[in-house]
Structures are given as C-alpha cells and as structure tokens.
C-alpha cells in the first residue's frame, strides 16, 4: 500500500474558525481558540497519522492588512502557507462577507494544488443560505473542493478529513510518527497564558500583550513554569495586574487549571508583568518571540 503525506495549510479570514477546525481535526487543542480576531499569531503545525499516510495540517493567522511590524509578521506566516502547501484548506463561514480580501481569492485560483474550500458554522445559517454560498463559491473557485460544515458542532467533518487523505501526494512520512506538533512545550504553555488574556481583558489589552516562558523546569510531579507577560504602556500593566493583583490571579489560576490538563501534570505557576513600549514594531523582540520577519 502506498504511504500519503503532505502538508495542509489552513488559512481564511479572521474569525472564521480556523482553529476550532484544526483542533478538530487534530483531535487536540493546539490552536489557542476566542472569540476575538487575531487569537493566532503563529503558524502551528498539528500532526495526524495513519498506518498509510501523515496529515501536517498548519493554522494560519487570520489574514488582515498589517498596521505593524507585529502583524507583517503574520502575515508572512500566511504567505509561507500558501507557498509550501500540499493541500489549501481555505475557511470562510456564513456569516463573514464573501469577497472580503479578494486579493487571496485571486491568489487561491492560481495556486497548483487542490483546495479544499469549508464553508463553516453552518449550525448558526438556514439551508437556502448555505446553498447560495456554495454556489457562490463554485464560481469563483471552478476548480476547489466545496465543503459546507460546522467544526465547532464536528459535522461533515469525517467527509473532509476523507478528502485530505485522498488528495495528499504519495510521499514518506516527514515527521516520526509518534510526533503530533512541531511546537515545544513552552510554546503552549505561553499560549494557554496568551488565551486566558483574551478571554479575562477586554479592548486593546489582548492586542498589546506578548508572553514569554522564563522557566519551564519539569519534574517528575509538576512542572514549575515562570513567565512574563508584557504590555507596551504602564497604564496596561496596572489593567493585568488589578486591584491587589485579583486580575492577575484569575488569569494564573485560570492558566494553570487548562495547564495541567494539557501537560497531565501539577502546574507550579508564576507570572510577572514588564512593560516593553515598543514589542511590536522591534524587529530583534519578533525574532526573540518567534516571529517570521
């Protein structure tokens, strides 16, 4: 039996449910996942396999028009996607506009290798709708595979799984079979953090925060993890940390309960707030964060 491998890039605008579907499709959750535009801001590989065959799938950013050097980055994430991708599984939902950046439509119909098009949250749409986008779709992408779907609701997701695996290249696995990421361990532990502050901060606070893991020491009942998050004005730190720390210590708490159900271990936790007025725009603090420049 021929052995199938390749690489599936998920890209799509903001908000569509990008992550909710690679993490679906993954079986873990890997993709941090809010309710907020721009939750990612890396590229994350999640890896799947099989006896005959290894699924490299890719969460993208959303894809935006970058205001900063922060977002250039990601959107370079987005770019590399679509360069070195086997499989294009393009997400879009029923409720963005269809035509929103019609620049990565245009690039889509040019691209040489199949794209799997997911019409998604269609548990929040009616029948007439989701027929009407698919067709919609059909015409503007003559040559994709159209998939209507809901991630968040696991529904026809086994029929695009199917698709995948019968439109990847014949090729030898290229990672260890028993590897299901390319990230490291405190690179999830940094984005667990990063998720609890979008989800505890409202306005800007999210946007202006980076985190980054000092210490991750493993033993062998806890990991002892300390990390900073950083904010780019002092006004900003004050609003993390809160009134005697309260604000600071949910997200801790909050942090470290999802923590230890993803590592399975006892978590040990410290977090430090430090202000670096200009993270986003230096090109030396990107490369420092992981960020493709």
């Known amino acids: ?19 909710t579907l690679m993490n679906a499709l993954v079986g873990e959750k890997l993709s941090i996942v809010t309710a907020k535009a721009q939750t990612t801001r890396h590229r994350i590989m999640g890896i799947v396999n099989g006896e005959d065959y290894q699924i490299v799938y890719s969460d993208t950013p959303g894809i935006l028009k970058p205001s900063y050097r922060l977002q250039e980055s990601m959107m370079n994430f987005v770019e590399t996607a679509i360069g070195d991708a086997d499989i294009i599984l393009y997400v879009t939902d029923t409720v963005e506009k269809s035509d929103k950046n019609n620049e990565y439509i245009a690039k889509l119909s040019k691209v040489y290798c199949p794209v799997i098009l997911v019409i998604n949250k269609i548990d929040i749409s009616d029948q007439k709708t989701v027929a009407g986008l698919m ?25 695009i799984f199917d698709a995948i695996v019968s439109h990847l290249p014949q090729a030898p696995a290229w990672f260890d079979k028993d590897t299901f990421t390319d990230k490291n361990m405190r690179f999830f532990a940094s984005e667990i953090i990063r998720e609890k502050i979008f989800l505890n901060y409202g306005q800007e606070i999210p ?42 210590k949910k997200t801790g708490t909050d942090a470290r309960i999802e923590m230890e159900d993803f590592f399975q271990k006892k978590i040990y936790l410290r977090l430090f707030v430090k202000v670096d007025a200009d993270w986003r725009e230096n090109k030396r603090e990107l490369k420092r964060f992981g960020y493709e420049l």
């Open 207 to 248: 946007y202006c925060c980076q985190v980054e893991v000092e210490e991750f020491h493993e033993g062998e009942e806890r990991y002892d993890i300390s990390a900073v998050i950083y904010v780019m004005r002092n006004s900003q730190k004050g609003i993390i940390i809160g009134k005697g720390g309260s604000a600071l």
């Open 135 to 159: 067709k919609w779709w059909q015409e503007q992408l003559p040559n994709a595979i159209i998939y209507p779907a809901s991630a968040q609701e696991h529904f026809n997701l086994d029929n």
């Open 1 to 19: 039996m021929k052995h199938r491998a390749g690489f599936v890039n998920i890209i799509g605008n903001p908000n569509v449910g990008k992550s």
